[in-house]
C-alpha cells in the first residue's frame, strides 16, 4: 500500500500569511493526488484534484503542484476561513490512502 | 444538487454490529461508485471500502475483510455499510463519499467530490 506522509503536522500562521504544506508519497503517484480542507464537525472537502487543477468554487488562493512522489499545497493568502485540518489523498491504485493530515492554527 | 444523506448516530455494545445508510439524490445513483471512510475522534481519514453503486461489485480494505459489508438498494438510490463484531476501536465517524474518475489522454483521476454528512458509531459497554 501506498504511504503518505505531510509535514508539518501542524502549523501555526497568521491571517495574510503565505503557507505551504507538502505530501510525499511512498512510491510514484504521477499526478493522482487530492488535497481536502476539513473543519471541526464536517465531511472534508475537496480543494484540489490531478495534484493541481482546482476544485470548481475553491478560491484561488489555494494552489497545488508536484508530480511523482512530491507535492505541495499553497494558500497564498490565508483567510480566517481557511484555518482548518488539510489532507493529502492518493488513488493511484487501490487501497487509496490518506496522509495523517496537517492542522492549520491562528497564530 | 448531488447530496448524500446519512443515517443518525448509532450506540453499540461491543461484539453488535451496525448498518449505516447513505441516501444520494441530485445524480443518477447508478453512475457513481460509493466509498466510505472512517475516522476516529481527533484522527486521521481512514478507507473501508467501495462499491459500483450499478453492479453491487465491491472491494474492502484489507483490515476490514471479513466485517464490513457494503450493500446498495437502487430502487431507494441508498447505499449500506455494516460493520460487524464491533469493539471500542470502532468508535468513529464514518463517511459515504461519492467518486469521481475523470479520464484524459494521460490517465484516469479519481477524487471524492461529494461527501455524506458523517455517522457517529459509538461502541461502550
Known amino acids: 500500500a501506498i504511504q503518505l506522509t505531510q509535514s508539518p503536522s501542524s502549523l501555526s500562521a497568521s491571517v495574510g500569511d503565505r503557507v505551504t504544506i507538502t505530501c510525499r508519497a511512498s512510491q510514484g503517484i504521477s499526478s493522482t493526488l487530492a488535497w481536502y480542507q476539513q473543519k471541526p464537525g464536517k465531511p472534508p472537502k475537496l480543494l484540489i484534484y490531478g495534484a493541481s487543477s482546482l476544485e470548481s468554487g475553491v478560491p484561488s488562493r489555494f494552489s497545488g503542484s508536484g508530480s511523482g512522489t512530491d507535492f505541495s499545497l499553497t494558500i497564498s493568502s490565508l483567510q480566517p476561513e481557511d484555518f482548518a485540518t488539510y489532507y493529502c489523498?492518493?488513488?493511484?491504485?487501490?487501497?487509496?490512502?490518506f496522509g495523517q493530515g496537517t492542522r492549520l492554527e491562528i497564530k | 444538487q448531488v447530496q448524500l444523506v446519512q443515517s443518525g448516530a448509532e450506540v453499540k455494545k461491543p461484539g453488535a454490529s451496525v448498518k449505516v445508510s447513505c441516501k444520494a439524490s441530485g445524480y443518477t445513483f447508478t453512475n457513481f461508485d460509493i466509498h466510505w471512510v472512517r475516522q476516529a475522534t481527533g484522527q486521521g481519514l481512514e478507507w473501508m471500502g467501495w462499491?459500483?453503486?450499478?453492479?453491487?461489485?465491491?472491494g474492502y480494505a484489507q483490515k476490514f475483510q471479513g466485517r464490513v459489508t457494503l450493500t446498495r438498494n437502487t430502487s431507494i438510490s441508498t447505499a449500506y455499510m455494516e460493520l460487524s463484531s464491533l469493539t471500542s476501536e470502532d468508535t468513529a465517524v464514518y463517511y459515504c463519499?461519492?467518486?469521481?474518475?475523470?479520464?484524459?489522454?494521460?490517465?484516469?483521476?479519481?477524487?471524492?467530490?461529494?461527501w455524506g454528512q458523517g455517522t457517529l458509531v459509538t461502541v461502550s459497554s
Open positions: 489523498q492518493q488513488f493511484n491504485s487501490y487501497p487509496p490512502s
Open positions: 462499491m459500483n453503486a450499478n453492479s453491487g461489485n465491491t
Open positions: 463519499a461519492r467518486l469521481l474518475v475523470y479520464c484524459n489522454n494521460k490517465g484516469c483521476l479519481k477524487y471524492f467530490t461529494h
